[in-house]
């Protein structure tokens, strides 16, 4: 039996973070490659994804980049064959990437902050990146994991793919409303759709496939904005970005090798009004 520190011990395996060099994306990376994994950066930015790989190198840690277009298969298939170039295997998935916005002001775009007019054009974007561009890194990374025969995929999900957005908190005083667009809560609903598919398909192998929800994580957020949502949140305020890792050290890690098709919440106890 393994002691349960060494149950977290990712020494000898590699992972690939999509959304790397967000704000969460750099957490998880690091996190990884303090856990002894060989990490690959991936990101449509490929320039702050190579800075990032090196400033982890500079740090000690095994990281490599690839600039990487999500909703593009052949991008994807590129990025899957840059890791296995590096680190000879892919052994973890980390889905971060995604399109998240703030809100939208109709002040931004004429009718584009109503669901009633909101564009199609906006709607399908959102989809193309945020559910068939994680079912592309989860497909390209699956086929080398057959290989291998083992594998953890992470899909990057939210408390509004579990909820209905409370847009109250958006609201300013004086001003145009502001909403979190459909979009947002459809396609984060459809992560824990895709998750839980994954997990049956593959049924009886060593392959593995969990969601991990955060609630809010503070990002230089105005005032007003963190005081509404920390009134909504059990623990009273907005999470610190590192306030994910554990979640998703334990995720990727044998330390949940008996968890499967399931969703890791981690929200200040949002979601247990």
């Known amino acids: ?7 977290f011990d990712l020494t000898g ?4 973070v999509t959304g790397g060099t967000g704000l969460l994306g750099r957490e998880f990376c690091r996190t990884l490659a303090e856990a002894g994994a060989g990490v690959l950066v991936a990101d449509i930015d490929g320039d702050n994804a190579e800075q990032y790989a090196a400033d982890l190198r500079k740090a000690g840690f095994d990281a490599g980049f690839a600039r990487v277009d999500i909703t593009d298969s052949e991008s994807v298939s590129a990025m899957v064959e840059c890791a296995v170039g590096l680190f000879g295997s892919v052994d973890v998935l980390v889905t971060s990437a995604a ?3 703030k809100f939208d002001s109709a002040s931004e775009g004429k009718n584009v902050n109503t669901f009633e007019n909101f564009p199609l ?3 399908k974007q959102a989809v193309d990146v945020n559910l068939t561009g994680m079912f592309l890194c989860c497909q390209a990374a699956a086929r080398e994991m057959v290989k291998n025969g083992s594998g953890s995929i992470i899909n990057i999900c939210s408390t509004y793919g579990l909820v209905g957005p409370d847009q109250r908190i958006y609201i300013r005083p004086g001003e145009d409303r502001r909403t979190k667009p459909a979009f ?3 396609t984060k609903a459809g992560v824990l759709g ?8 593959y049924a009886g192998t060593k392959i593995r496939a969990n969601a991990l929800t955060p609630g809010g994580v503070f990002n230089n957020h105005d005032e007003l904005f963190v005081q509404n949502y920390a009134a909504r949140t059990v623990l009273g305020r907005m999470a610190e970005k590192d306030e ?9 890690s044998d330390a949940s090798s008996y968890m499967t098709g399931n969703n890791l919440i981690v929200d200040g106890g949002w979601t247990a009004w």
Request: proline residues 3%; glycine residues 6%; hydrophobic residues 50%.
């Open 244 to 252: 994910m890792n554990g979640a998703l050290l334990y995720l990727a």
């Open 194 to 201: 895709l998750t839980r598919y994954l997990a049956t398909y």
């Open 13 to 16: 395996k590699s992972a690939i």
């Open 184 to 186: 947002y809560s459809v």
């Open 121 to 123: 054009e906006a709607w």
């Open 99 to 101: 399109m998240d916005p």
């Open 1 to 7: 039996m393994t002691g349960i520190m060494q149950k």
